[in-house]
């Protein structure tokens, strides 16, 4: 099992750029989030998905989108990438239910700049 | 409101010496409560959780915890703590249910002195 992957694990971007985060698990979890992490502040939840097909938002959506078309997959767009979106992402993963229900797998992180 | 509370932003103690790291929450009913470790430059690592019984959980390298209701606090400890302990320290509680969303606290660094 790779677990889960981000993609890239690095970023510059202008303002008013877009771009896509990847985000992949291969342990058939049925839930994955995106979270946000600024020095001082932990992880705050950007966007999170129960399963393919179904998303919702959590504690900070504004300029950020996703879809998840497979249980694999759940990728994060910045639309318009804006300086206060610097920061680390990082996507997570977790069964909905069962023994891990209680477990949280979170992938490498990546580190966005925007200019 | 829900919150979680980690009092101290950081920690230095010496190699060898013991550790606890605050942490405590507010919350309507006992949530699920978790630490995770973040080793610099790495995602997290879920160290131990406690969902019921027995209020002292045990954890992966060495770490425990003890869950403290009249308190509302999940305090980590370690009784010695080794140069690769180095790392920040998440607490994050949420509701007992399988669609829970964890809150999480600011984190705490804790640096070790040789």
């Known amino acids: 099992n790779a677990g889960v992957t981000q993609t890239p694990k690095f970023q510059v971007l202008k303002t008013g750029q877009s771009m896509t985060l990847q985000c992949a698990q291969d342990?058939?979890?049925?839930?994955m989030s995106w979270y946000r992490q600024d020095p001082g502040m932990g992880l705050r939840l950007i966007h999170y998905s129960v399963g393919a097909g179904i998303t919702d938002q959590g504690e900070v959506p504004n300029g950020y989108n996703v879809s998840r078309s497979t249980t694999e997959d759940f990728p994060l767009r910045l639309l318009s990438a804006a300086p206060s979106q610097t920061s680390v992402y990082f996507c997570?993963?977790?069964?909905?239910?069962?023994?891990?229900?209680?477990?949280?797998?979170f992938g490498p992180g990546t580190r966005l700049t925007v200019l | 409101a829900q919150s979680v509370t980690q009092p101290d932003i950081h920690i230095t103690v010496s190699e060898g010496a013991s550790l606890e790291l605050r942490c405590n929450y507010s919350?309507?009913?006992?949530?699920?409560l978790f630490w995770y470790v973040q080793s610099p430059g790495q995602g997290l690592q879920l160290l131990l959780k406690y969902f019921s019984g027995d209020t002292l959980v045990q954890g992966i390298k060495g770490f425990e915890a003890e869950f403290k209701r009249s308190q509302s606090s999940f305090n980590l400890r370690k009784p010695s703590v080794h140069w690769s302990d180095a790392a920040e320290y998440f607490c994050a509680v949420g509701p007992p249910d399988s669609n829970y969303q964890l809150i999480w606290g600011a984190g705490t660094k804790l640096i070790i002195k040789p």
């Open positions: 342990m058939n979890h049925e839930y």
């Open positions: 997570a993963s977790r069964p909905q239910n069962g023994k891990e229900l209680n477990t949280q797998y």
């Open positions: 919350y309507g009913a006992t949530p699920y």
